[in-house]
Protein backbone atom coordinates (compact mmCIF):
# COMPACT_ATOMS: atom_id res chain seq x y z
CA UNK A 1 0.00 0.00 0.00
CA UNK A 2 1.40 3.54 -0.88
CA UNK A 3 0.18 5.29 1.80
CA UNK A 4 2.38 2.97 4.56
CA UNK A 5 5.57 4.51 3.07
CA UNK A 6 4.61 8.21 2.40
CA UNK A 7 6.86 10.64 3.39
CA UNK A 8 6.16 13.01 6.05
CA UNK A 9 6.62 15.62 3.96
CA UNK A 10 4.16 14.43 1.62
CA UNK A 11 1.85 13.19 4.20
CA UNK A 12 1.50 16.66 6.09
CA UNK A 13 0.85 18.04 2.18
CA UNK A 14 -2.01 15.74 1.57
CA UNK A 15 -3.74 16.69 4.64
CA UNK A 16 -3.87 20.07 3.58
CA UNK A 17 -5.88 19.33 0.75
CA UNK A 18 -9.29 20.18 1.18
CA UNK A 19 -11.83 17.24 0.08
CA UNK A 20 -12.71 18.12 -3.59
CA UNK A 21 -13.83 16.65 -6.86
CA UNK A 22 -11.14 17.58 -8.77
CA UNK A 23 -7.42 18.08 -7.74
CA UNK A 24 -4.06 18.87 -10.39
CA UNK A 25 -1.01 17.59 -8.76
CA UNK A 26 1.70 19.66 -11.08
CA UNK A 27 5.01 18.42 -11.14
CA UNK A 28 3.54 15.09 -9.91
CA UNK A 29 7.26 13.31 -9.97
CA UNK A 30 5.97 9.61 -9.06
CA UNK A 31 2.42 10.50 -8.51
CA UNK A 32 2.02 9.41 -4.87
CA UNK A 33 0.24 12.21 -4.08
CA UNK A 34 -2.33 11.37 -6.43
CA UNK A 35 -2.97 7.98 -5.36
CA UNK A 36 -2.59 8.83 -1.42
CA UNK A 37 -5.28 11.65 -2.73
CA UNK A 38 -7.74 9.16 -4.71
CA UNK A 39 -7.55 5.94 -1.91
CA UNK A 40 -8.01 8.70 1.03
CA UNK A 41 -11.76 9.60 -0.71
CA UNK A 42 -10.01 13.09 -0.68
CA UNK A 43 -10.48 13.80 -4.46
CA UNK A 44 -12.88 11.93 -7.43
CA UNK A 45 -10.21 12.54 -9.86
CA UNK A 46 -6.53 13.70 -10.15
CA UNK A 47 -4.87 15.57 -13.15
CA UNK A 48 -1.39 14.58 -12.81
CA UNK A 49 0.72 17.02 -14.64
CA UNK A 50 4.72 17.16 -15.13
CA UNK A 51 6.49 18.97 -18.00
CA UNK A 52 9.23 16.23 -18.50
CA UNK A 53 8.02 13.51 -20.80
CA UNK A 54 10.78 11.14 -18.80
CA UNK A 55 9.02 11.90 -15.70
CA UNK A 56 5.68 11.18 -16.91
CA UNK A 57 6.84 8.14 -18.20
CA UNK A 58 8.32 6.94 -15.15
CA UNK A 59 4.98 7.84 -13.20
CA UNK A 60 3.20 6.08 -15.57
CA UNK A 61 5.41 2.65 -14.72
CA UNK A 62 5.00 3.46 -11.04
CA UNK A 63 1.20 3.18 -11.05
CA UNK A 64 1.11 -0.55 -12.66
CA UNK A 65 3.62 -0.79 -9.35
CA UNK A 66 1.29 0.32 -7.04
CA UNK A 67 -1.22 -2.03 -7.78
CA UNK A 68 -4.51 0.29 -8.36
CA UNK A 69 -7.95 -1.36 -8.67
CA UNK A 70 -9.20 -0.41 -12.41
CA UNK A 71 -11.71 2.59 -10.84
CA UNK A 72 -8.44 4.00 -8.91
CA UNK A 73 -6.49 4.06 -12.12
CA UNK A 74 -8.81 5.72 -14.07
CA UNK A 75 -9.29 8.32 -11.65
CA UNK A 76 -5.89 9.17 -12.23
CA UNK A 77 -4.98 11.16 -15.76
CA UNK A 78 -1.49 11.73 -17.12
CA UNK A 79 -0.92 15.39 -18.94
CA UNK A 80 2.33 16.49 -19.66
CA UNK A 81 3.03 20.13 -19.87
CA UNK A 82 4.47 23.34 -18.38
CA UNK A 83 2.94 24.62 -14.89
CA UNK A 84 -0.82 25.01 -15.26
CA UNK A 85 -0.90 25.08 -18.97
CA UNK A 86 -2.12 21.49 -19.63
CA UNK A 87 -5.39 22.65 -17.34
CA UNK A 88 -8.56 24.10 -18.79
CA UNK A 89 -10.27 27.40 -17.31
CA UNK A 90 -12.49 26.47 -13.95
CA UNK A 91 -11.35 22.46 -14.35
CA UNK A 92 -10.23 21.52 -10.72
CA UNK A 93 -10.98 23.02 -7.55
CA UNK A 94 -7.64 22.29 -5.85
CA UNK A 95 -4.09 22.63 -7.64
CA UNK A 96 -1.09 21.55 -5.84
CA UNK A 97 3.01 22.68 -6.67
CA UNK A 98 5.11 21.18 -4.53
CA UNK A 99 8.36 19.61 -4.20
CA UNK A 100 10.14 22.34 -6.05
CA UNK A 101 11.84 25.48 -5.68
CA UNK A 102 10.15 28.50 -4.21
CA UNK A 103 11.13 30.05 -7.44
CA UNK A 104 9.86 27.45 -10.05
CA UNK A 105 6.64 28.10 -8.05
CA UNK A 106 6.50 31.37 -8.09
CA UNK A 107 7.00 31.50 -12.08
CA UNK A 108 4.73 28.83 -12.45
CA UNK A 109 1.71 30.75 -10.93
CA UNK A 110 3.10 34.49 -12.12
CA UNK A 111 2.32 32.33 -15.81
CA UNK A 112 -0.83 31.14 -14.64
CA UNK A 113 -3.03 30.95 -16.31
CA UNK A 114 -4.81 31.12 -12.13
CA UNK A 115 -8.47 30.30 -12.89
CA UNK A 116 -7.27 26.27 -13.54
CA UNK A 117 -8.38 26.04 -9.78
CA UNK A 118 -10.07 27.70 -6.84
CA UNK A 119 -7.28 27.19 -4.35
CA UNK A 120 -3.67 26.54 -4.46
CA UNK A 121 -1.91 24.33 -1.98
CA UNK A 122 1.87 25.08 -2.44
CA UNK A 123 5.19 23.01 -0.87
CA UNK A 124 8.39 25.03 -1.72
CA UNK A 125 11.56 23.36 -1.24
CA UNK A 126 13.43 26.75 -1.16
CA UNK A 127 12.87 30.39 -1.80
CA UNK A 128 9.79 30.61 0.83
CA UNK A 129 10.32 34.21 1.84
CA UNK A 130 10.40 35.20 -2.12
CA UNK A 131 7.43 32.82 -2.62
CA UNK A 132 5.48 34.95 0.08
CA UNK A 133 6.75 38.38 -1.41
CA UNK A 134 4.81 37.32 -4.45
CA UNK A 135 2.12 36.24 -3.22
CA UNK A 136 0.88 39.19 -1.42
CA UNK A 137 2.21 40.82 -3.94
CA UNK A 138 0.09 39.28 -6.72
CA UNK A 139 -3.14 39.79 -4.38
CA UNK A 140 -3.20 35.87 -3.28
CA UNK A 141 -5.15 35.27 -0.16
CA UNK A 142 -3.43 33.24 2.64
CA UNK A 143 -5.69 30.69 3.86
CA UNK A 144 -3.99 27.61 5.74
CA UNK A 145 0.16 27.31 6.30
CA UNK A 146 2.06 24.28 7.87
CA UNK A 147 5.74 23.49 8.40
CA UNK A 148 6.97 20.07 9.34
CA UNK A 149 10.51 18.94 10.56
CA UNK A 150 12.39 15.96 8.88
CA UNK A 151 16.11 15.58 10.97
CA UNK A 152 17.64 19.42 10.09
CA UNK A 153 15.34 20.08 7.11
CA UNK A 154 11.91 22.24 7.72
CA UNK A 155 9.37 21.94 4.78
CA UNK A 156 6.76 24.69 4.59
CA UNK A 157 3.52 24.91 3.54
CA UNK A 158 0.61 27.55 1.81
CA UNK A 159 -2.93 27.27 1.18
CA UNK A 160 -3.46 30.19 -0.78
CA UNK A 161 -6.60 31.56 -2.94
CA UNK A 162 -5.66 33.13 -6.04
CA UNK A 163 -7.35 36.82 -7.17
CA UNK A 164 -10.35 36.64 -8.81
CA UNK A 165 -10.36 36.63 -12.41
CA UNK A 166 -6.60 35.74 -12.91
CA UNK A 167 -6.02 39.87 -12.75
CA UNK A 168 -8.54 40.73 -15.12
CA UNK A 169 -9.79 42.77 -11.94
CA UNK A 170 -7.63 45.62 -10.85
CA UNK A 171 -5.28 44.37 -8.05
CA UNK A 172 -5.92 45.02 -5.04
CA UNK A 173 -4.25 47.98 -2.54
CA UNK A 174 -1.09 47.56 -0.71
CA UNK A 175 -3.39 47.50 2.66
CA UNK A 176 -6.01 45.34 1.85
CA UNK A 177 -2.68 42.77 0.72
CA UNK A 178 -1.36 43.21 3.91
CA UNK A 179 -4.97 42.01 5.23
CA UNK A 180 -4.97 39.18 2.81
CA UNK A 181 -1.44 38.03 2.77
CA UNK A 182 -0.49 38.87 6.19
CA UNK A 183 3.65 38.67 6.35
CA UNK A 184 5.59 38.66 9.46
CA UNK A 185 9.36 39.70 9.51
CA UNK A 186 9.43 40.53 5.68
CA UNK A 187 8.03 36.78 4.48
CA UNK A 188 11.14 34.85 6.63
CA UNK A 189 8.58 33.04 8.23
CA UNK A 190 4.63 32.15 8.09
CA UNK A 191 2.47 34.64 9.82
CA UNK A 192 -0.43 31.90 10.41
CA UNK A 193 2.10 29.64 12.30
CA UNK A 194 3.15 32.52 14.26
CA UNK A 195 0.03 33.26 15.28
CA UNK A 196 -1.35 29.78 16.20
CA UNK A 197 2.19 29.45 18.44
CA UNK A 198 3.27 26.47 15.85
CA UNK A 199 5.69 24.28 18.14
CA UNK A 200 8.05 23.81 14.79
CA UNK A 201 7.54 27.14 13.89
CA UNK A 202 9.63 28.12 17.44
CA UNK A 203 12.69 25.38 16.42
CA UNK A 204 12.42 26.86 13.20
CA UNK A 205 13.31 29.95 15.18
CA UNK A 206 15.95 28.78 17.08
CA UNK A 207 17.62 26.52 14.35
CA UNK A 208 17.41 29.88 11.90
CA UNK A 209 18.96 31.68 14.47
CA UNK A 210 21.94 30.23 15.05
CA UNK A 211 22.16 29.74 11.17
CA UNK A 212 22.18 33.13 11.14
CA UNK A 213 24.38 33.79 13.32
CA UNK A 214 27.08 31.44 11.80
CA UNK A 215 26.56 32.91 8.46
CA UNK A 216 27.00 36.44 10.34
CA UNK A 217 30.12 35.62 12.03
CA UNK A 218 31.59 34.31 8.55
CA UNK A 219 31.02 37.85 6.65
CA UNK A 220 32.02 39.78 9.67
CA UNK A 221 31.73 43.28 9.24
CA UNK A 222 30.52 43.25 5.61
CA UNK A 223 27.63 45.00 5.06
CA UNK A 224 25.87 41.57 4.31
CA UNK A 225 26.67 40.66 7.81
CA UNK A 226 24.64 44.19 9.29
CA UNK A 227 21.74 42.84 6.94
CA UNK A 228 21.82 39.02 8.49
CA UNK A 229 22.86 40.62 11.79
CA UNK A 230 19.06 42.53 11.88
CA UNK A 231 17.31 39.81 11.02
CA UNK A 232 19.17 37.80 13.73
CA UNK A 233 18.08 39.96 16.72
CA UNK A 234 14.20 40.05 15.14
CA UNK A 235 14.52 36.31 15.35
CA UNK A 236 15.04 36.68 18.87
CA UNK A 237 12.72 39.32 19.47
CA UNK A 238 10.29 36.93 18.62
CA UNK A 239 11.47 34.19 20.23
CA UNK A 240 11.81 36.59 23.43
CA UNK A 241 7.80 37.07 22.40
CA UNK A 242 6.66 33.66 21.87
CA UNK A 243 7.64 33.02 25.50
CA UNK A 244 5.94 35.90 27.13
CA UNK A 245 2.66 35.02 24.85
CA UNK A 246 2.84 31.38 25.78
CA UNK A 247 2.70 32.44 29.33
CA UNK A 248 0.13 35.06 29.00
CA UNK A 249 1.85 38.12 29.27
CA UNK A 250 2.64 39.58 26.20
CA UNK A 251 0.89 41.42 22.55
CA UNK A 252 0.91 39.87 19.47
CA UNK A 253 4.38 39.90 17.11
CA UNK A 254 2.50 40.39 14.14
C1 LIG B 1 11.09 16.54 -7.14
S1 LIG B 1 9.72 16.25 -8.15
C2 LIG B 1 8.40 16.60 -7.03
C3 LIG B 1 7.40 15.49 -6.98
C4 LIG B 1 6.26 15.75 -6.02
N1 LIG B 1 5.45 16.86 -6.46
C5 LIG B 1 6.78 16.00 -4.62
O1 LIG B 1 6.39 17.01 -4.00
O2 LIG B 1 7.57 15.18 -4.11
C6 LIG B 1 9.66 17.69 -9.19
C7 LIG B 1 8.88 17.43 -10.45
O3 LIG B 1 8.45 18.69 -10.95
C8 LIG B 1 8.55 18.68 -12.34
N2 LIG B 1 8.58 20.10 -12.78
C9 LIG B 1 9.55 21.01 -12.57
N3 LIG B 1 9.21 22.20 -13.11
C10 LIG B 1 7.99 22.02 -13.67
C11 LIG B 1 7.10 22.87 -14.40
N4 LIG B 1 7.43 24.13 -14.66
N5 LIG B 1 5.93 22.35 -14.83
C12 LIG B 1 5.60 21.05 -14.58
N6 LIG B 1 6.40 20.20 -13.92
C13 LIG B 1 7.57 20.67 -13.46
C14 LIG B 1 9.81 17.87 -12.62
O4 LIG B 1 9.83 17.33 -13.94
C15 LIG B 1 9.74 16.79 -11.55
O5 LIG B 1 9.09 15.62 -12.02
Redesign the pocket.
Known amino acids: MVDRVLPA??EA?VSLVPPAGIVA??????A??PVALIRRGKARRVIA????AA?LDVCRRKLEQYELSADERRSIELRE???LSPLKSGETQVA?I???GGL?IT??LARGPLDVADTYVL?PMSHQKDLRLFLQAGGFTLVDEAMIRQGSKFYEFEVVVPPASDGAVAQPAAGQMRARFPLMLEGEIGALLWKRRDPVLKEYLVHREGKLRALEERLERTSRAAEIGRIRKELLKLLSKWDARWNGQGSTGG
Open positions: RLLDIGTGDLVCDKSAGDGIAGMTSIG
